[in-house]
């Protein structure tokens, strides 16, 4: 990792009954991800305690373009756009994020 690495959080909601469906899938597509795209340089996947249906991706890219450009158009990540919606409960919540200082 370095400073000028990018963190991108993705929040996400499972439908009522799908999370672990939806945690399946999730699995899937970073492990392919992590093996095509060298400008990803980690994810976590973490669930909600107090609720099973919301997940979050802390993911790291070298850059912003990276991960906005060319991983977004990539067959894995249209083919999980076309199948979230039989247990996504909608769209996902993306933020990206840059170190402020290292503790």
Do not use: N
Not at 14 to 42: H, W, Y
Not at 48 to 61: Q, V
Not at 93 to 101: N, P, V
């Amino acid at each position: 990792m370095t400073a000028r690495d990018i963190h991108v959080i993705i929040r996400y909601r499972a439908q009522d009954g799908c999370a672990d469906i939806a945690l399946r899938e999730l699995v899937a597509l970073v492990a392919v991800v992590r093996r095509e795209e060298p400008d990803c340089t980690g994810i976590t996947i973490v669930q909600r305690d107090e609720d099973p249906c919301e997940f979050t991706l802390l993911e790291t890219w070298t850059s912003r373009e990276a991960y906005a450009g060319p991983h977004l158009s990539t067959p894995h990540i249209l083919a999980f756009k076309a199948r979230a919606g039989q247990f996504m409960a909608g769209a996902p919540e993306i933020t990206y994020w840059r170190q402020a200082c290292r503790v």
